[in-house]
């Protein structure tokens, strides 16, 4: 299943999405904390992620959850059914193809608000 094949590199996605989402979530807390410092700090730090950079890192926050969620479906029906693992490499081709269908809505909403800016 996996010696360098796509079990490997579903696993390898797996751990870097859900580290990534990770990174966000405590980037996300420490924003929040911000507003006690009041409105001007909060305000500052808001525009600040607003910058066509952080945007490319939302790009990559919605494909890391994404792929996360859908993968961690494929991992679900790996450990609790027959068919799973025998068909571990389809799942993965299946993970990617639903990725590309979610993904596709969000690029073409964020890269053009990115272009337009």
């Known amino acids: 299943m996996y010696r360098g094949r796509e079990g490997q590199w579903a696993f390898y996605l797996h751990r870097i999405s859900g580290l990534g989402i990770l ?3 405590i980037l996300h807390i420490l924003n ?13 730090l808001m525009k600040f992620y607003h ?3 952080f945007q490319l890192g939302l790009l990559l926050l919605v494909a890391g959850v994404i792929y996360h969620g859908l993968n961690g479906l494929r991992i679900i029906l790996m450990d609790f059914t027959r068919f799973g693992v025998r068909y571990q490499r389809q799942l993965w081709y299946g993970v990617w193809g639903l990725f590309v269908l979610l993904y596709a809505p969000f ?3 964020i890269l053009g608000g990115i272009l337009a800016h």
């Open 51 to 53: 910058q066509p950079v």
């Open 23 to 25: 990174v966000f979530l």
């Open 32 to 44: 929040i904390g911000s507003a006690m410092w009041g409105p001007e700090v909060s305000n500052r």
């Open 107 to 109: 690029v073409i909403k």
